[in-house]
């Protein structure tokens, strides 16, 4: 029985560690796409907000710098993207595949230009990742049976942006509910003419709205390199940019539901890492090339809609511009 | 009127092109000083190596025949409206059809019987590769350009499997198949023709990537099936109320574009390695995406793009032997650069440049 | 009612407005002068001036010269934000609210309070309560608007405006998704409004409201405001004159009809639209060879998707559509090749591709047809031999085929939908809103070339929310509400009977009543 309870609440704690990226992408996209911009491009932006901070908290030995330089580039690329898809009106899925490109490119060759890794950069000393939140009373109640388990390894112990992910998903909720930016972007992804008509800026709106996003990114790109590994890999996002969108259009563009699909691919993650060499019967080569590909075919399930038709923002993709 | 449209199609696809990669190479320059390096030297080194020699133009031109494939891949779909990544997987697979009829019939056979069976297989394996994602957009309405981003990794997964545990050179460690005997092997062009290319792997594929030039040109502007893709892309609805079926279009249009990706293969394995090998496609088909949309879904276009940047390959693979420290990677942001002023920016660009143009018609006029 | 002139203030001057976009003079020194506590109506054709002029005064687009002065005082409107800051509120044609707030998120969306709502929906709802019982604009607050009527949406568009403390409010094209009694409420409530003293502008192409809703007219034609007037001293064959420059036929001379054989039958029609509500509620009717029948309603009551479901555009739950006897799929494909054609609602949207050259678009849908051959080729010669004869039937402007689709008016590219689909001799001929968006000398050839195929023995079912345009070319009239065919008419029958019937009072109600 301990045996068991231990398995779930490592494999629980793994899954909404693994799904913090996802979560954060997530989010990022809800902001964008909820205004009407699509946006492709999370996977390259938080490839290269990794790299950022990765090489950020090398030089200056300091997390929290690799976590500003990774949100700073993460709004860069946003800005381009925005000024691609925003003010000159074009194609926003060809910006987002182009930004992918370019972050896959620049941030190998400037990982082996600044650092002559092959494409990584330096182990990070553990003074320059993020510390672990104990939360208060966390080991004095480890001895108690089940919950003192599930608090002290469940709830307690993670690093700080495990935390801030989680949260950001009831602030979001409330942002788009209860406040008047939220109102307004809500408004400029349904029907930009409306909020024109209105006297409001529909491009503004759309750039705050990538701008949060990219905030969001960063944090997750900060927390793939910094928090979660000692380092950047090339590709070390390996996909999950797309499986946040995934995520994002199986829960119909909201912020709760987006925070339970991430789970269930975070959960499939953390079970192909525990049964990594696991045989299902039909030989350990064939299970493990399945168990990898699992992400990437349940994102293509999720999208072919076996739960319903999604109906995206209305006015998504659609670049405004004033009726003649 | 006729010189007007002659000018448009001049700026279209060799000037706006020519600007595009110049821009990005500009761009690239500047990060390539970033890291402490000389961006000039790299651009000698570029030039050199992609055009200073026989061999060079070689493996311009043999890269840019892959890209061909693709490009055209890429460019099939773009007329209807799909916006496909999955040349590349399409591509692998499609290489993999190949070299299951190259390694059937390379001893039994000479290469010019195994061609068309093989370039029929990597047609058939790359449509078929194409199929489901097409399926699931055009009955699910389930986005295209993920669907076939994770067919990619899939195929990744898929090959790995195939190529170590199935159709593995036996008593070798290495993920790929035996050798192609001659029957598996197609010629080099400097074995045909008195052109002397040294070691480049250029072969009679470029011919068969101008022909899918040709067929592509026919069938888009000249067949009524391509009509009918380019009303699909123009406007989906007004097709469907002109009978034009939604579904069959973009099924058909994704079938094609499989096809040509698949064909890659034959350039790759039949005419350069001989063999089946982990990740032979390289990135072939993200390139492809770069060449469709810099030559504007048009087959002159995508061919002078595609010996653009099989300038840059090649120049690359120089640039990186004599300067370590720039990797292959630059083309891929070069590609990417490429993409966004072609493809999200390209009306900033068109515009100016027409303004340019008329500007110019104008002061002529006057004098 | 008739203020003097002289005592009466202009609470709203334009001078010497002049607005042009590249070579096309969309205003050309348009002055205009509207009083306070007045209903002012501006008249004209599609393209003559008055939508540019509007947005001139919203702050959509900026005037390339000329002044603009409220209450005496030069102001500048540079966006929408000014034009609501000086009292300006439009409800615009095509109405600018987000589908799936409710009513209340629509109406403070830009006006908000502060950065949190929960102060600006207290504040909205004391303030919507005060007006809606001053000028009777009852609405349901926490409805979502995709759910309201379409008449009840219009409110909302005019509650938003007065709860910014519109004084000038401009309305485009109201009426053309009202009922007849619609229409009188909403010209109620505009007369309330001028009662108290507010300005009205109302724009509208229909010279019968000028006639009932305003007090003073100006006409606009080609860019220039050329005449203003109190409405009493005008009539509507004089503001149509002023409209086109010239006499025009208000009515299409026809001979009586003589219909065959029944080509066409619908029986137990039943459509959902995309979202799954029930738009067309067991629909049958019949077209003889050689008549119309018209489809009178005000838009949004099925009609739309009754046409597409007979096109072969949407499928029906259950019903069928037989032609000569004989039972056709669902498919547009199949349903031109039975014989049926389809001029659709919307030319735009789904009949031409404009970004094709106008040969392309002469021969979309038929180019597989058998006159074309069975080879896979597309013979551009013989595209440009059927564009070639319909430029010159049909006196399509400028005669290129070549040109891009776009570049033609509305009446030339309407006049190519209706070539190709009449020229390959069609059995049966659906048509929508044939001449929306069309000026007025296209208007009369339209119709005529529609008499004509009726003449030819053709069975014709249109589908129109222009009563005059039903009733001018129909033989028998058949009026739909909320998705049932609620009665027939002759086109003789009165337009308060047929308003009734459009209203969804049926013949036995009226019999009653």
Same mark, same amino acid.
């Given at each position: 029985?301990?045996?068991?309870?231990?398995?779930?609440?490592?494999?629980?704690?793994?899954?909404?560690?693994?799904?913090?990226?996802?979560?954060?992408?997530?989010?990022?996209?809800?902001?964008?796409?909820?205004?009407?911009?699509?946006?492709?491009?999370?996977?390259?932006?938080?490839?290269?907000?990794?790299?950022?901070?990765?090489?950020?908290?090398?030089?200056?030995?300091?997390?929290?710098?690799?976590?500003?330089?990774?949100?700073?580039?993460?709004?860069?690329?946003?800005?381009?993207?925005?000024?691609?898809?925003?003010?000159?009106?074009?194609?926003?899925?060809?910006?987002?595949?182009?930004?992918?490109?370019?972050?896959?490119?620049?941030?190998?060759?400037?990982?082996?230009?600044?650092?002559?890794?092959?494409?990584?950069?330096?182990?990070?000393?553990?003074?320059?990742?993020?510390?672990?939140?104990?939360?208060?009373?966390?080991?004095?109640?480890?001895?108690?049976?089940?919950?003192?388990?599930?608090?002290?390894?469940?709830?307690?112990?993670?690093?700080?942006?495990?935390?801030?992910?989680?949260?950001?998903?009831?602030?979001?909720?409330?942002?788009?509910?209860?406040?008047?930016?939220?109102?307004?972007?809500?408004?400029?992804?349904?029907?930009?003419?409306?909020?024109?008509?209105?006297?409001?800026?529909?491009?503004?709106?759309?750039?705050?709205?990538?701008?949060?996003?990219?905030?969001?990114?960063?944090?997750?790109?900060?927390?793939?390199?910094?928090?979660?590994?000692?380092?950047?890999?090339?590709?070390?996002?390996?996909? *999950?940019?797309?499986?946040?969108?995934?995520?994002?259009?199986?829960? *119909?563009?909201?912020?709760?539901?987006?925070?339970?699909?991430?789970?269930?691919?975070?959960?499939?993650?953390?079970?192909?890492?525990?049964?990594?060499?696991?045989?299902?019967?039909?030989?350990?080569?064939?299970?493990?090339?399945?168990?990898?590909?699992?992400?990437?075919?349940?994102?293509?399930?999720?999208?072919?809609?076996?739960?319903?038709?999604?109906?995206?923002? *209305?006015?998504?993709?659609?670049?405004?511009? *004033?009726?003649? | 009127?006729?010189?007007?449209?002659?000018?448009?199609?001049?700026?279209?696809?060799?000037?706006?092109?020519?600007?595009?990669?110049?821009?990005?190479?500009?761009?690239?320059?500047?990060?390539?000083?970033?890291?402490?390096?000389?961006?000039?030297?790299?651009?000698?080194?570029?030039? #050199?190596?992609?055009?200073? #020699?026989?061999?060079?133009?070689?493996?311009?031109?043999?890269?840019?025949?892959?890209?061909?494939?693709?490009?055209?891949?890429?460019?099939?779909?773009?007329?209807?409206?799909?916006?496909?990544?999955?040349?590349?997987?399409?591509? +692998?697979?499609?290489?993999?059809?190949?070299?299951?009829?190259?390694?059937?019939?390379?001893?039994?056979?000479?290469? +010019?019987?195994?061609?068309?069976?093989?370039?029929?297989?990597?047609?058939?394996?790359?449509?078929?590769?194409?199929?489901?994602?097409?399926?699931?957009?055009?009955?699910?309405?389930?986005?295209?350009?993920?669907?076939?981003?994770?067919?990619?990794?899939?195929?990744?997964?898929?090959?790995? +499997?195939?190529?170590?545990?199935?159709?593995?050179?036996?008593?070798?460690?290495?993920?790929?198949?035996?050798?192609?005997?001659?029957?598996?092997?197609?010629?080099?062009?400097?074995?045909?023709?008195?052109?002397?290319?040294?070691?480049?792997?250029?072969?009679?594929?470029?011919?068969?990537?101008?022909?899918?030039?040709?067929?592509?040109?026919?069938?888009?502007?000249?067949?009524?099936?391509?009509?009918?893709?380019?009303?699909?892309?123009?406007?989906?609805?007004?097709?469907?109320?002109?009978?034009?079926?939604?579904?069959?279009?973009?099924?058909?249009?994704?079938?094609?574009?499989?096809?040509?990706?698949?064909?890659?293969?034959?350039?790759?394995?039949?005419?350069?390695?001989?063999?089946?090998?982990?990740?032979?496609?390289?990135?072939?088909?993200?390139?492809?995406?770069?060449?469709?949309?810099?030559?504007?879904?048009?087959?002159?276009?995508?061919?002078?793009?595609?010996?653009?940047?099989?300038?840059?390959?090649?120049?690359?693979?120089?640039?990186?032997?004599?300067?370590?420290?720039?990797?292959?990677?630059?083309?891929?942001?070069?590609?990417?650069?490429?993409?966004?002023?072609?493809?999200?920016?390209?009306?900033?660009?068109?515009?100016?440049? +027409?303004?340019?143009?008329?500007?110019?018609?104008? #002061?002529?006029?006057?004098? | 009612?008739?203020?003097?002139?002289?005592?009466?203030?202009?609470?709203?001057?334009?001078? @010497?407005?002049?607005?042009?976009?590249?070579?096309?003079?969309?205003?050309?020194?348009?002055?205009?002068?509207?009083?306070?506590?007045?209903?002012?109506?501006?008249?004209?054709?599609?393209?003559?001036?008055?939508?540019?002029?509007?947005?001139?005064?919203?702050?959509?687009?900026?005037?390339?010269?000329?002044?603009?002065?409220?209450?005496?005082?030069?102001?500048?409107?540079?966006?929408?934000?000014?034009?609501?800051?000086?009292?300006?509120?439009?409800?615009?044609?095509?109405?600018?609210?987000?589908?799936?707030?409710?009513?209340?998120?629509?109406?403070?969306? @830009?006006?908000?309070?502060?950065?949190?709502?929960?102060?600006?929906?207290?504040?909205?709802?004391?303030?919507?309560?005060?007006?809606?019982?001053?000028?009777?604009?009852?609405?349901?607050?926490?409805?979502?608007?995709?759910?309201?009527?379409?008449?009840?949406?219009?409110?909302?568009?005019?509650?938003?405006?007065?709860?910014?403390?519109?004084?000038?409010?401009?309305?485009?094209?109201?009426?053309?998704?009202?009922?007849?009694?619609?229409?009188?409420?909403?010209?109620?409530?505009?007369?309330?409004?001028?009662?108290?003293?507010?300005?009205?502008?109302?724009?509208?192409?229909?010279?019968?409201?000028?006639?009932?809703?305003?007090?003073?007219?100006?006409?606009?034609?080609? @860019?220039?405001?050329?005449?203003?007037?109190?409405?009493?001293?005008?009539?509507?064959?004089?503001?149509?004159?002023?409209?086109?420059?010239?006499?025009?036929?208000?009515?299409?001379?026809?001979?009586?009809?003589?219909?065959?054989?029944?080509?066409?039958?619908?029986?137990?029609?039943?459509?959902?639209?995309?979202?799954?509500?029930?738009?067309?509620?067991?629909?049958?009717?019949?077209?003889?060879?050689?008549?119309?029948?018209?489809?009178? @309603?005000?838009?949004?009551?099925?009609?739309?998707?009754?046409?597409?479901?007979?096109?072969?555009?949407?499928?029906?739950?259950?019903?069928?559509?037989?032609?000569?006897?004989?039972?056709?799929?669902?498919?547009?494909?199949?349903?031109?090749?039975?014989?049926?054609?389809?001029?659709?609602?919307?030319?735009?949207?789904?009949?031409?591709?404009?970004?094709?050259?106008?040969?392309?678009?002469?021969?979309?849908?038929?180019?597989?047809?058998?006159?074309?051959?069975?080879?896979?080729?597309?013979?551009?010669?013989?595209?440009?031999?059927?564009?070639?004869?319909?430029?010159?039937?049909?006196?399509?402007?400028?005669?290129?085929?070549?040109?891009?689709?776009?570049?033609?008016?509305?009446?030339?590219?309407?006049?190519?939908?209706?070539?190709?689909?009449?020229?390959?001799?069609?059995?049966?001929?659906?048509?929508?809103?044939?001449?929306?968006?069309?000026?007025?000398?296209?208007?009369?050839?339209?119709?005529?070339?529609?008499?004509?195929?009726?003449?030819?023995?053709?069975?014709?079912?249109?589908?129109?929310?222009?009563?005059?345009?039903?009733?001018?070319?129909?033989?028998?009239?058949?009026?739909?509400?909320?998705?049932?065919?609620?009665?027939?008419?002759?086109?003789?029958?009165?337009?308060?009977?047929?308003?009734?019937?459009?209203?969804?009072?049926?013949?036995?109600?009226?019999?009653?009543?």
């Amino acid at each position: 029985m301990q045996e068991f309870l231990t398995t779930v609440i490592l494999l629980l704690s793994s899954t909404l560690r693994l799904s913090v990226p996802l979560v954060l992408c997530g989010l990022a996209g809800l902001f964008s796409e909820r205004s009407g911009v699509w946006d492709i491009g999370l996977e390259g932006k938080m490839l290269f907000a990794a790299f950022a901070a990765a090489a950020a908290a090398y030089q200056f030995d300091s997390a929290w710098v690799g976590l500003v330089f990774a949100i700073l580039v993460a709004v860069l690329l946003s800005l381009i993207h925005g000024f691609a898809s925003v003010t000159h009106q074009g194609n926003q899925i060809i910006s987002g595949v182009a930004i992918n490109f370019i972050s896959s490119g620049l941030t190998v060759l400037l990982a082996v230009g600044w650092f002559a890794l092959g494409g990584r950069t330096p182990q990070l000393q553990p003074e320059a990742r993020f510390p672990t939140v104990i939360l208060p009373f966390a080991e004095e109640m480890r001895p108690v049976p089940v919950l003192g388990a599930i608090y002290a390894d469940l709830i307690s112990g993670y690093n700080i942006l495990v935390y801030v992910a989680f949260a950001a998903v009831p602030v979001t909720w409330w942002v788009f509910h209860h406040t008047r930016f939220g109102l307004r972007l809500r408004a400029v992804g349904e029907n930009p003419a409306a909020v024109d008509t209105a006297g409001i800026s529909v491009d503004w709106l759309r750039y705050r709205a990538l701008l949060c996003g990219a905030i969001l990114c960063g944090i997750a790109g900060a927390y793939l390199s910094i928090a979660q590994s000692a380092g950047f890999v090339r590709e070390m996002s390996a996909g *999950k940019g797309y499986m946040a969108l995934a995520a994002l259009i199986f829960a *119909k563009w909201r912020p709760v539901p987006v925070l339970f699909a991430c789970l269930l691919f975070g959960f499939l993650e953390a079970l192909s890492i525990r049964f990594q060499a696991f045989d299902f019967g039909l030989g350990p080569a064939l299970s493990t090339q399945i168990v990898q590909s699992l992400p990437y075919v349940l994102t293509v399930v999720l999208l072919a809609g076996f739960m319903g038709r999604a109906i995206p923002p *209305k006015a998504g993709g659609i670049p405004y511009t *004033k009726e003649r | 009127m006729a010189s007007f449209l002659n000018i448009r199609q001049i700026v279209d696809f060799a000037i706006l092109p020519l600007m595009n990669v110049a821009v990005a190479l500009l761009i690239s320059g500047l990060v390539v000083l970033f890291v402490g390096q000389n961006p000039l030297e790299a651009v000698g080194y570029l030039v #050199s190596g992609a055009l200073g #020699s026989g061999e060079g133009i070689g493996f311009t031109l043999y890269f840019a025949t892959s890209f061909m494939f693709t490009g055209l891949a890429v460019a099939v779909a773009s007329h209807a409206g799909l916006f496909t990544i999955g040349a590349e997987g399409q591509a +692998y697979l499609g290489g993999l059809g190949i070299a299951l009829v190259c390694l059937a019939l390379d001893k039994v056979v000479p290469w +010019y019987v195994t061609l068309v069976p093989a370039a029929m297989a990597g047609m058939l394996f790359g449509a078929a590769w194409a199929f489901i994602p097409a399926y699931l957009q055009a009955r699910r309405g389930s986005h295209l350009v993920i669907t076939t981003i994770m067919f990619n990794f899939i195929a990744s997964s898929v090959m790995i +499997y195939v190529l170590v545990n199935l159709i593995k050179e036996p008593g070798s460690m290495a993920p790929q198949t035996r050798l192609f005997d001659a029957g598996g092997l197609v010629p080099k062009l400097g074995e045909i023709l008195p052109v002397d290319i040294g070691t480049a792997p250029l072969n009679i594929s470029l011919f068969i990537a101008i022909a899918a030039a040709v067929f592509v040109w026919v069938l888009i502007w000249k067949t009524k099936l391509g009509f009918e893709i380019r009303a699909t892309g123009a406007n989906p609805a007004a097709a469907r109320n002109a009978g034009i079926g939604y579904v069959k279009i973009t099924i058909v249009c994704m079938l094609i574009s499989g096809a040509l990706a698949g064909l890659a293969g034959v350039n790759i394995l039949m005419g350069d390695l001989g063999k089946l090998q982990l990740d032979f496609p390289a990135g072939i088909g993200l390139v492809g995406v770069a060449v469709a949309l810099m030559g504007r879904g048009h087959p002159v276009g995508i061919a002078v793009a595609s010996v653009l940047f099989g300038v840059l390959y090649q120049g690359g693979a120089e640039i990186s032997f004599w300067m370590p420290n720039i990797t292959r990677e630059l083309i891929m942001l070069i590609q990417g650069l490429v993409i966004l002023f072609a493809g999200a920016l390209s009306l900033m660009f068109r515009s100016s440049v +027409y303004s340019l143009v008329d500007l110019f018609r104008f #002061s002529k006029r006057e004098a | 009612m008739a203020a003097e002139i002289g005592s009466a203030r202009h609470v709203l001057e334009l001078s @010497g407005i002049n607005k042009s976009f590249g070579p096309v003079v969309a205003n050309k020194d348009v002055n205009l002068s509207v009083k306070a506590g007045s209903i002012h109506g501006i008249v004209g054709e599609n393209g003559a001036g008055k939508s540019t002029l509007m947005s001139i005064l919203y702050g959509f687009y900026q005037a390339d010269s000329g002044t603009i002065r409220i209450d005496g005082r030069e102001v500048g409107i540079p966006d929408s934000r000014a034009a609501i800051a000086h009292g300006i509120g439009m409800v615009h044609q095509h109405f600018k609210l987000v589908e799936n707030f409710t009513v209340l998120e629509n109406i403070i969306l @830009g006006a908000e309070e502060g950065a949190f709502l929960s102060s600006s929906r207290r504040k909205a709802r004391l303030e919507l309560q005060r007006l809606a019982k001053e000028y009777e604009l009852q609405v349901d607050l926490e409805a979502v608007t995709e759910d309201l009527p379409v008449g009840v949406q219009q409110r909302v568009e005019i509650l938003k405006a007065l709860y910014r403390q519109a004084r000038i409010l401009i309305l485009d094209e109201p009426t053309g998704v009202l009922t007849p009694s619609e229409a009188d409420h909403l010209f109620r409530i505009l007369r309330r409004l001028r009662d108290e003293g507010k300005s009205v502008i109302l724009i509208t192409h229909k010279l019968r409201e000028i006639m009932d809703a305003t007090d003073t007219v100006s006409v606009m034609r080609r @860019g220039e405001l050329i005449a203003t007037a109190p409405t009493a001293s005008m009539t509507k064959e004089s503001l149509a004159e002023l409209m086109v420059g010239r006499r025009v036929l208000l009515r299409v001379d026809k001979s009586p009809s003589q219909p065959g054989e029944v080509v066409f039958d619908v029986k137990g029609l039943n459509v959902r639209d995309q979202r799954g509500v029930r738009m067309v509620k067991d629909v049958s009717l019949s077209v003889r060879a050689g008549e119309i029948v018209g489809i009178a @309603g005000v838009a949004g009551n099925g009609q739309t998707e009754l046409l597409e479901a007979l096109a072969g555009n949407r499928v029906p739950d259950s019903g069928t559509v037989r032609l000569n006897g004989e039972e056709i799929a669902a498919d547009p494909f199949r349903r031109r090749a039975a014989g049926v054609a389809h001029v659709p609602e919307d030319r735009h949207a789904i009949g031409l591709i404009l970004s094709f050259p106008l040969r392309e678009n002469a021969s979309l849908g038929y180019h597989r047809r058998p006159e074309f051959g069975t080879s896979p080729m597309l013979k551009r010669s013989q595209l440009q031999h059927y564009a070639q004869d319909y430029i010159s039937d049909y006196d399509i402007r400028p005669p290129n085929p070549d040109l891009r689709t776009s570049l033609f008016s509305g009446g030339n590219q309407q006049k190519i939908v209706l070539a190709r689909e009449i020229e390959h001799d069609p059995e049966m001929l659906l048509v929508g809103q044939p001449t929306r968006g069309v000026d007025i000398g296209a208007i009369e050839f339209i119709h005529r070339r529609l008499i004509e195929l009726r003449d030819q023995n053709k069975a014709i079912l249109l589908v129109s929310v222009e009563l005059d345009e039903i009733r001018a070319l129909s033989d028998r009239i058949l009026v739909m509400f909320d998705g049932a065919i609620v009665g027939e008419a002759s086109p003789d029958a009165s337009e308060r009977e047929l308003g009734l019937l459009m209203a969804g009072v049926t013949q036995e109600d009226q019999g009653r009543g």
